[in-house]
């Protein structure tokens, strides 16, 4: 693109220079485990310790449907609870005093009444860091000292200890925060943790949280209603989440962020993975699945559905260890209509409100960070990421997203790590557009990829994508047909990706021009940069046209041709929610357009044409690298070649153009037949050369066509 797009493209790289880096999740520094864990594994014994509530009617009305051996064990347990067990479930964790206990929480709903009020005293006045969202970064010694400032029930420090709760269904025993707490269960420095059979809720944060645990479950335990994450397992590992559910998240359902880097340097093959999560279903939140830094996570036979998006993974925040992100595999998951748009949320001033006042329960969802709706999987700067074998369908924008993302974002400034994502990313076997009974379910596109990264690549055949042709897997990992090799993405796509990633839900700004915003026609800022765009070239274009090329049949059409391919790049424009042929079709004609200008050029202004014909062949070399096959081995997309081209030849055009001249005269009897130069006088002054001074402009009619 010419000067009005290089232009904008270093003014938004600049800006994100230099704003402060934004970040969904922070914690304290944290150093990732050694790895000597395990996974725990589920003891079937009688609890230790147990949790229940004095309202015996109420017990008894909660279990009578139960089956009956189920409803027997509850009463015997209840009997054992009214004469040694504990009301709430902080005090029985405070009770734990050796590693090995179970706890068992009797059905029935814990607003843990003592950890709720705010912190008074020495904790009312800690000092830490804030967060970006307003809460304080807490030391480990200061979540132990004061532990319930921002935890509804803190397990700091134990080991081996499970808790379960003892009704028919996760959803009859209730660990409720009420939004009073930051997380309603964190488990800090705990290894080995088991939580089984509760739902936990209703936080300003996260309801479930496990930090620096080395050896942790999640099973059969329920989510929802919370301003950032359902699960959230940070800087863990030998994790095992199973058959969870969450829903109604402002940010994802489950969370894996800064899984253990166990696979950092390895290929495709790896002896074993951090994090392992199946079984779940995850709905109804900004995105079902989500990992900045989620390394070495395996997921597989869950079910993605009814969010903004279905998974992300991303190298895009700093402060998370293990960045950049890489070694997930994602296999035999239901990844599907992620349509929900929540945006308007936030531009009504509904997250404005206090979180009870929001109307979670009734189906509200804040986004707390930029998300493009109506997405399968995007993965934002990772690398060695398998997705294979998954049903990917019913998404109104892409199917996959995949995009690079710069170093300096999470916080290193290195030239040599600045390229460093988006490498070896392979989408192989996957079932695209179909549900699991084979009925048809398209995606907007299959396949929507900046361009950045080498080594990646689609299974052949995806319905419809951007670039129109992408580099093909073969049968084993690490093959690749049509592999390419950039540094730096499309410079449209990047400058959309600049402008939508300035959002702010605190704030309630959204950023103008961007589609995933609601933003239609004119507003958006690839049909504005391609109006920008195609008014300079017209201007300019057409002072060309008038001053020199008017008289010139080869000249006229190929303006027209140059005029129609810049009327179909600002429609082309429109079109991102479907793959298309428009764009590539415009950079078809506007490079017919050059390549007539410059030949019509060749006998009054020959440097003019050399640059003109060198610009026609660099935009049908980007039409061919969009639509047929990108040009491996290239460092840039020609794109950027012929931006910086373009430049050049705006400026020398709009000189030639104000330079006195006379314009090309059509062909005549005994003229030139292709009419791009006036006939040789006869007589005996000399011809001028083309590298002679032109004589002073006069006016001229041109002679009519014979």
Request: glycine fraction near 10%; hydrophobic fraction near 40%.
């Amino acid at each position: 693109m010419p000067a009005a797009l290089l232009a904008a493209l270093l003014a938004l790289l600049s800006l994100l220079a230099a704003a402060p880096a934004a970040s969904a999740h922070e914690e304290r520094p944290i150093t990732l485990p050694d790895g000597s864990g395990s996974v725990p594994e589920y003891r079937a014994a009688e609890p230790d310790l147990i949790v229940c509530k004095t309202d015996r009617p109420a017990f008894e009305r909660r279990i009578s449907g139960f089956p009956d051996e189920l409803r027997q064990r509850n009463l015997a347990l209840y009997e054992r609870c009214e004469k040694s067990g504990y009301r709430h479930l902080q005090e029985a964790v405070d009770a734990v005093d050796r590693p090995g206990m179970n706890i068992a929480i009797l059905p029935g709903l814990y607003e843990e009444e003592p950890s709720l009020p705010a912190p008074t005293g020495e904790c009312a006045a800690l000092k830490a860091p804030q967060s970006s969202l307003g809460y304080q970064i807490l030391s480990y010694e200061q979540q132990v000292r004061c532990r319930h400032n921002q935890n509804l029930v803190a397990i700091l420090g134990k080991t081996n200890l499970q808790i379960e709760g003892t009704g028919a269904s996760r959803l009859d025993v209730v660990v409720d925060a009420k939004y009073q707490k930051l997380n309603a269960i964190r488990a800090d420095k705990s290894n080995g943790v088991y939580f089984r059979n509760f739902t936990a809720q209703r936080t300003t944060f996260n309801s479930l949280y496990v930090l620096a645990g080395d050896g942790f479950v999640i099973d059969d335990v329920l989510t929802r209603w919370n301003d950032e994450y359902g699960f959230l397992t940070f800087a863990s590992d030998h994790g095992l989440y199973k058959n969870c559910e969450s829903y109604g998240n402002g940010d994802s359902g489950i969370y894996p962020g800064s899984a253990s880097n166990i696979n950092d340097g390895r290929g495709y093959e790896v002896p074993r993975y951090s994090i392992e999560i199946t079984g779940c279903h995850s709905h109804h939140n900004m995105v079902g699945y989500s990992g900045t830094a989620g390394d070495s996570v395996w997921v597989h036979d869950n079910e993605f559905d009814q969010n903004m998006g279905g998974a992300s993974m991303d190298s895009a925040f700093p402060g998370h260890p293990g960045l950049p992100q890489n070694h997930a595999k994602f296999e035999r998951n239901l990844i599907h209509d992620n349509n929900q748009d929540y945006y308007g949320y936030v531009a009504d001033g509904t997250c404005a409100k206090p979180p009870i006042e929001r109307g979670y329960e009734r189906g509200v969802v804040c986004p707390q960070i930029s998300m493009p709706p109506g997405t399968g999987i995007i993965t934002a700067g990772g690398n060695w990421n398998l997705y294979e074998n998954n049903w990917v369908y019913g998404h109104r924008r892409a199917g996959f997203f995949l995009s690079a993302v710069p170093a300096f974002i999470r916080g290193e400034e290195a030239w040599s790590k600045q390229t460093d994502t988006s490498h070896h990313n392979r989408y192989a076997g996957n079932v695209m557009g179909k549900d699991r009974s084979g009925a048809a379910r398209p995606n907007g596109m299959d396949v929507w990829w900046d361009g950045q990264g080498r080594a990646n690549c689609w299974q052949d055949g995806p319905d419809g994508s951007t670039p129109g042709t992408v580099p093909q897997c073969g049968d084993r990992r690490g093959e690749v047909s049509g592999a390419s090799a950039r540094l730096v993405g499309e410079p449209v796509k990047l400058v959309q990706l600049l402008v939508c990633a300035d959002y702010n839900v605190q704030a309630r700004k959204l950023p103008a021009g961007c589609d995933w915003y609601g933003a239609r026609g004119l507003e958006r800022v690839e049909t504005q940069l391609a109006l920008a765009v195609a008014a300079v070239l017209l201007l300019v274009g057409g002072v060309l046209w008038w001053r020199r090329l008017r008289g010139s049949r080869l000249g006229t059409a190929a303006s027209l041709a140059g005029l129609a391919g810049l009327v179909l790049d600002v429609a082309g424009s429109t079109m991102s929610l479907t793959a298309t042929f428009v764009p590539a079709l415009a950079l078809l004609l506007l490079g017919l357009w050059w390549t007539g200008v410059g030949l019509a050029l060749r006998a009054g202004r020959p440097w003019l044409a050399r640059l003109t014909l060198l610009l026609a062949g660099l935009t049908l070399l980007d039409a061919f690298d969009k639509a047929v096959l990108m040009i491996p081995w290239t460092p840039l997309s020609p794109a950027w070649i012929r931006a910086l081209v373009a430049v050049v030849w705006v400026l020398w055009a709009v000189v030639a153009s104000a330079r006195p001249g006379t314009p090309a005269r059509p062909s005549g009897p005994g003229g030139d037949p292709t009419g791009d130069r006036e006939p040789v006088p006869a007589g005996p002054a000399p011809a001028l050369s083309a590298a002679a001074p032109e004589p002073p402009a006069t006016p001229t009619t041109p002679d009519p066509a014979p």
